[in-house]
């Protein structure tokens, strides 16, 4: 293709939690330097975690992580996510029972601000907020959309949607019902999941790729393929394989940190052989 728009393989902080070697826990600056070992060109977590100077010699992007509700000042905190370095903000909205009426404005108010600061902010789908089932997101989306004349931004994690569905594989056609909505995003959680767990294993105990990530697998590309195909060359995707941590994950589950790598490489296949990069 002539047009050579960027991916970022981010690793999530998250991911690492508790993470490290011979029981002792990894700090911040060695979880750095593993996830650019590994070969991720960012990382994900939140403003309280990070200083400018620290996100400057990483020599990776920050993708920050952020709570809007009712009482936040928007501005303000934008502003301070920008200052710090951030090259993109994952917002996660209000509460799973706020009303749609209440999320379009604030929607409007966070997306507005971001343009003002031209910082690329995303509102996640996610459980426990205002985006938690399809029905309220693309209900929101519908909102903003009427109001702003354009898609809203969201960030995908497809994860959250699929259990709500249950839908069993291949996921694509109960998923991409709004392919516009998946074409404007730039930030997307990778996560492995099916129609009953938001999060299966990428790799066995053995180091083979589980069957219920290789279901994923297509569903995957398809959503690259799909933003790929009307993305230029000065779109962006963050690309995010967001493992969560034991609590999250179950305990039978093996290494996350390495789940996380392979999910990288895969995407990394899929996008070189996609774009002959």
């Known amino acids: 293709m002539d047009n050579k728009p960027t991916i970022h393989h981010v690793a999530s902080l998250w991911t690492l939690t508790g993470y490290g070697n011979q029981g002792s826990k990894w700090n911040l600056e060695q979880k750095l330097d593993s996830i650019r070992s590994a070969g991720f060109t960012g990382f994900a977590g939140r403003i309280s975690q990070v200083t400018s100077e620290l996100i400057e010699n990483s020599g990776l992007v920050f993708c920050a992580i952020h709570d809007i509700g009712l009482n936040s000042d ?12 951030s090259a993109c903000v994952n917002v996660q909205m209000l509460d799973h029972d706020s009303p749609t009426e209440m999320a379009v404005p604030l929607a409007i108010e966070v997306l507005r601000i971001a343009d003002d600061l031209e910082l690329d902010v995303g509102i996640e789908v996610h459980r426990d907020t205002c985006t938690e089932t399809p029905e309220k997101t693309y209900a929101l989306a519908e909102g903003y959309e ?26 694509w056609d109960r998923l ?10 730039s930030q997307f959680h990778f996560r492995p999941f099916n129609g009953h767990h938001c999060q299966v294993s990428a ?39 967001e493992q969560g941590p034991p609590g999250y994950a179950l305990s039978i589950f093996p290494d996350l940190w390495k789940d996380a790598q392979a999910i990288r490489g895969e995407l990394d296949r899929i996008w070189r052989d996609l774009t002959g990069n």
């Open 203 to 241: 790799l066995d105990h053995d180091g083979n790729f589980t069957p219920e990530f290789l279901d994923w697998l297509p569903f995957a590309e398809m959503v690259i393929k799909t933003w790929l195909e009307s993305a230029t060359e000065d779109h962006v995707m963050y690309a995010c394989p």
């Open 146 to 171: 009427q109001s702003e004349g354009r898609p809203m931004k969201i960030t995908w994690d497809f994860s959250h949607p699929a259990i709500i569905k249950h839908i069993s594989p291949p996921y």
């Open 74 to 85: 928007i501005r303000a905190e934008l502003e301070q996510l920008k200052s710090v370095g």
């Open 176 to 185: 991409a019902e709004r392919v516009d909505l998946i074409q404007y995003a």
